[in-house]
């Protein structure tokens, strides 16, 4: 069928994509890992989650939230198995609810996901160098890495560091299937070797008393509470609060699993990519998640074998809590390091183990934003097989089979968002990003849970265990259902806890709502061109009345 229909052709089908299944369950599963990333999120539970919620334990948080990131994650891999092509989810939605909503809710997080991208690309130089670079600097006693740290999270450092980190994934993004997913397996071997360093650095401590001692020698003299014995007391009057309530500790997996588990299942957004997608999808979004939740657990329990949680809290509390900790020391600055890299390293102190973590931790941070990249440019290709962007976008570079043009379309955001997050600007913040992520989640999700009643045809499609029935409701609904309820707690908690949420719920409500009506009106301008230049009414491509096999579906 020709692509540019005439005013009396029925529909305009979506337009072949050109890509090849060129992922299996191994590949799905490295984005899925890389996009949690075990080094950026192999930070939070020790630093943030231990200091905004002292006194819960690291490892339940931990494992209630792959619990529910699990339910979610087999959402997103059943939407992939009915409409594997990519932006699965953004495909489905627009063939169940009204096209402009879905493409709205898709556009916004592909808006913020190149905001976020640069804001990581940002948060490299501006603190993962730093720290890094900081410990070596008082492990090694070398100042010289301390001045690149300083030089490192600079405007100018950030800026420069920042943009050949984004070119690094664009191009990345742009070569073919095959080598990027050798660049991923290099970082997967590195974190993997990171993370053994720690473990062994961990294990081999001989007790709390050697952990006592080598944070007193490298740390003792950093400040007049840089002793061990200092930093419980200090978190506590500048308002450390323990609650051992194991509700506590179920209210912080609900809010923050998402957050520190966030990328298992994005191969559902190029599934169109993926071989055998029904049972890839599934499988790789629960093995990443069961993955990096070991992998954490099982620092967390050698770390505490030496160390008592509330230490551990209270040094992420004095990290997190600058202003507080200067009110109770009359203005002095307390530095602090409550990353787990850096209690390793005082244990093991030896220059070619501090250098290898530093290495795989940064290479591993690239391969974040890459995963980045790689599935907004696969999203931005879906607008464009429905119409929805100029045509050129949908072309693939010959030889490589990707879509660079639209990697380059995500790059432009993604550059923005490294201004943005360079100047100090208030865009590209993880946690926002969650929050924005949940909303625009909302709608796909909502159409997921509804496919029986709303779209039969499609949900014909869905696997035959999704479909079957329980009390008279399909599994698919069921799960959808306790899928759609986790989002709206999350959407409630970023304003009912804003230490773990959103800080200023004015502008970010004010931000959402712009995006969704920027999306809204792109959607019915190009519905509008496209009938007057090429004599389609694109609005046919999305009814229900199109048979999906023509529709590039299958």
Known sequence: MAENMTTNSIYATRKKSGLVR?????????FGIHCISLSSSGFIPFSWVASVWPGASISGVLIIAALLCTIHGISYAIIGSITPSAGADY?????????SIAFAASFTLVLFSGIVAGGLAAWIPQSAIPTLFKSMSIILHDSKYELFANFSSSSTGTLLIGSVIVVISIWAVSISNI???RIMIVGFVLGII???IVYFSLFLADGPEHFKNAWNNFMGSSSSFGLFDDRINLAKKAGMKLNTSVSEMTLAGLIMGFWIYYGYYIPTFFSEEIQTPSKTLIQASSSAIIFSMLIFVLGDLLLENLVSPEWIAAEGYIANNPGLISKVTGGESVP????ITFYAAILLPIPI????VAVAWIFTLINLIQTYFFYSSRIVLSWGLDRLMPDWITKLSPGTNTPRRAVFFFGAFAIFGLYDASEGGPLATQMTFVFFAVVTQMVPIFAFTFLPFLNSQLFEKAPDYAKKKYFGIPLLSIIGGVTFLYLLWMVYASFKFPAVGIKDPISTLKLLIAMLMIGIIWFFVIKIYRNRKDGIDIMKTFSKSVKMEESNFE
């Open 336 to 339: 602090a390091m409550p990353w």
């Open 91 to 99: 495909v489905l939605a627009s063939r169940v609810v009204h096209p």
């Open 179 to 181: 080598n990027l997913q």
């Open 22 to 30: 060129s992922f299996g369950l191994f590949g799905a599963f490295l």
């Open 353 to 356: 183990l501090i250098y290898t």
């Open 194 to 196: 990171a993370w053994i």
